[in-house]
């Protein structure tokens, strides 16, 4: 136990549908992370939060959107996806503001299948 | 910016003997280097970092090296079992964002 959730831990949507990932980190961290994970690739960086302030945004489709209300919680609202989207989503936390120079802790994950 | 290679993507040893994964990076401004190890349906769990100002770095059975004039790094992993099996991952950053290689899955035979 890292000290991250994530809920749900799977999820299986349609093209059409509209669904919300949940992440909550009890660490006193404040930089907060989401990552996406595919099958032979590397993971890739989405997006990150910095005090609640989104500061990095690596070229994500639209129809991801992060929202984080507090250094805490994290979100991330799914809306028209693609199959290609299916995907093992990861939320990490760490201490900041020198994000990645300071350890970085993941959650479970949530393993999502885009139908 | 920063891109890190890691070798071999799998690798199978022999329960005790000894496996060695290594990871080049690109960026010589990058000073921070952790490892991740991934078990199956889990998130990656830090298992070992070092800094630019250390060589080498210990931890029991794991152990990490870095060679900052030649920008590679390398785990480590003495006298291995079966629970060592795993995907690990190697990372690189430098005030920026975790640039992760893709990953090296062990397979440890008993």
């Known amino acids: 136990e890292t000290g991250v959730t994530q809920t749900p831990r799977h999820l299986v949507m349609g093209m059409t549908n509209k669904k919300s990932l949940k992440c909550e980190q009890h660490?006193?961290?404040?930089?907060m992370y989401w990552y996406k994970q595919s099958a032979k690739k590397p993971l890739e960086l989405m997006f990150v939060?910095?005090?609640?302030?989104?500061?990095e945004n690596n070229s994500v489709p639209s129809r991801f959107s992060p929202e984080c209300p507090n250094s805490s919680h994290l979100f991330l609202h799914l809306h028209t996806l693609q199959p290609e989207d299916s995907a093992l989503y990861l939320c990490?936390?760490?201490?900041?503001?020198?994000?990645?120079?300071?350890?970085?802790?993941f959650g479970p994950g949530t393993r999502l299948t885009v139908t | 910016g920063e891109n890190v290679e890691q070798h071999p993507s799998t690798l199978s040893v022999q329960e005790g003997d000894s496996a060695v994964i290594k990871c080049t990076y690109s960026?010589?401004?990058?000073?921070?280097f952790p490892w991740y190890k991934q078990e199956l349906g889990k998130g990656p769990q830090l298992i070992i970092d070092?800094?630019?100002?250390?060589g080498e770095k210990k931890d029991q059975r794991i152990a990490v090296t870095l060679n900052k004039t030649a920008k590679h790094f390398s785990l480590h992993i003495t006298e291995t079992q079966p629970e060592d099996s795993a995907v690990y991952f190697c990372?690189?950053?430098?005030?920026?964002?975790?640039?992760f290689g893709k990953g090296t899955r062990l397979s440890v035979i008993a």
């Open positions: 990490a936390s760490s201490q900041a503001p020198l994000l990645a120079v300071y350890e970085q802790y």
């Open positions: 660490l006193g961290h404040n930089a």
């Open positions: 939060y910095n005090f609640k302030e989104q500061t």
């Open positions: 960026d010589s401004a990058s000073n921070y």
């Open positions: 070092i800094r630019s100002n250390v």
């Open positions: 990372a690189a950053s430098g005030n920026t964002p975790l640039v």
